[in-house]
Structures are given as structure tokens and as C-alpha cells.
């Protein structure tokens, strides 16, 4: 089983530029997260999808949008990337948006903007 | 506003018993969640408590007291695979996302 799976796994930008995370899980989940970790930082919700259909904002939505493209894809989107946006981004999903539902995350995506 | 307070590092020996705590302050609470992560890799569940007492899976256990707003995750015959950073999340009410703190790095030496 694949689980969850995050594309691309590294990536280096130049500021200004823009990007687009991709994001597909199998499991059937109804609810799916990404997430940015820094050091030090834990894991910052950037924004959530609870259904398919909706989008709601994390603690650091700013700079970033989402697509929740259908219920097996959510993308996360950068259009003029900045520095302060390298982190590691992790996807997550679970079957509803309870925290009895485990989240299953990818494997991340670390991005640097130069 | 909303905090979840857990120890930055944690040290034990191989065999031993650690306890990581964590209190958190929020607007609402519906549950408290730990997940672990290797070397920051993808973070895994470990546990789930949303009433009072003690939640046993295998070596390892968590606790919640609403009543102090506070849980720990009890990690007991420690191996070195144990090494990890630990995380407890928060959920404030049901269908909204988790709130993590900012983790514990447990260092497991023989």
C-alpha cells in the first residue's frame, strides 16, 4: 500500500518563483492536512481539508493556497515563493477530521528557496 | 491564545522508563494525540485519549487528566529503536485539525 504519497521529495527554487506540492493518498480518507516543519518549530498546520469540497486555514496559511483536487489529491500551492518558506512540508490524511482517526503522513517534501 | 508545552529533550539507557509530559492551554479540548518521528522522517501515531486515565498499547502508554490539562506518553523497556522525536497533538473540538507541540528528542543510549 502506498499510504500517502508526496511529490516531489526535494526541491530548490529561486525567490519570486512558484510551485505547486502534490499530494495523492489511497486509503479512502475523507480528511487530508499539509503541514510545514522547522527546526524547532514542530509541525505548523498550513491548511486542512475536512471533507472534499472544503479548505479551511491553519496557523500559517499566509503565502500559500490549496486545491483539494478530489478526494484523493490535495495540493499546495507557493505562487511567489520567499525564504522564509524552506521547511520540510508534510501531507497528512485521515479517515475524518477526529483525532480517534490517525493521521497518516507522506514522506515530505523538502523545499529550499534560495 | 493556544500552547502545548513538552519537554525539549529527553535522555535514557537502554531497558529503562521514561515519561514525556505535556500540558497544553487551549480554547476547547476533544482529544490528546502522540506521534513519533525518526530522524524527521514522517511523523506515525502512537496513541489517542480523549477521557481521563491511562491508554496501554504494547511498551507504550499515555495518560490524560483534563483537569489539569495535562498528559504524558510512558515509554517503557526502552531500545535504542526509540530514538525519536515525540510529538503530542491537541484537537479542540471534533472536526478540526490537530494543534502539535514542538516535540521531544529521546536519546536512548546503551
Known amino acids: 500500500n502506498a499510504g500517502v504519497t508526496q511529490t516531489p521529495k526535494f526541491q530548490v527554487l529561486k525567490t519570486g518563483q512558484s510551485m505547486t506540492l502534490q499530494c495523492a493518498q489511497d486509503m479512502n480518507h475523507n480528511s487530508m492536512y499539509w503541514y510545514r516543519q522547522d527546526p524547532g518549530m514542530g509541525l505548523r498546520l498550513i491548511y486542512y481539508s475536512a471533507s472534499e469540497g472544503t479548505t479551511d486555514k491553519g496557523e500559517v496559511p499566509n503565502g500559500y493556497n490549496v486545491s483539494r483536487l478530489n478526494k484523493r489529491e490535495f495540493s499546495l500551492r507557493l505562487e511567489s515563493a520567499a525564504p522564509s518558506q524552506t521547511s520540510v512540508y508534510f501531507c497528512?490524511?485521515?479517515?475524518?477530521?477526529?483525532?480517534?482517526?490517525?493521521?497518516?503522513f507522506g514522506d515530505g517534501t523538502r523545499l529550499s528557496i534560495l | 491564545g493556544q500552547s502545548l508545552e513538552q519537554p525539549s529533550e529527553v535522555t535514557a539507557v537502554e531497558g529503562a522508563i521514561v515519561q514525556i509530559n505535556c500540558t497544553y492551554q487551549t480554547s476547547g479540548f476533544y482529544g490528546l494525540s502522540w506521534y513519533q518521528q525518526h530522524d524527521g522522517g514522517a511523523p506515525t501515531f502512537l496513541s489517542y485519549?480523549?477521557?481521563?486515565g491511562l491508554e496501554e498499547t504494547g511498551r507504550f502508554s499515555s495518560f490524560l487528566s483534563r483537569s489539569d490539562s495535562y498528559g504524558y506518553l510512558l515509554l517503557q523497556e526502552l531500545q535504542m529503536k526509540d530514538s525519536a522525536s515525540y510529538f503530542c497533538?491537541?484537537?479542540?473540538?471534533?472536526?478540526?485539525?490537530?494543534?502539535f507541540g514542538k516535540g521531544t528528542t529521546l536519546s536512548v543510549s546503551s
Open positions: 497533538a491537541v484537537q479542540k473540538k471534533a472536526g478540526t485539525a490537530l494543534i
Open positions: 485519549n480523549a477521557l481521563d
Open positions: 497528512a490524511s485521515s479517515g475524518w477530521a477526529d483525532s480517534n482517526q490517525p493521521q497518516h
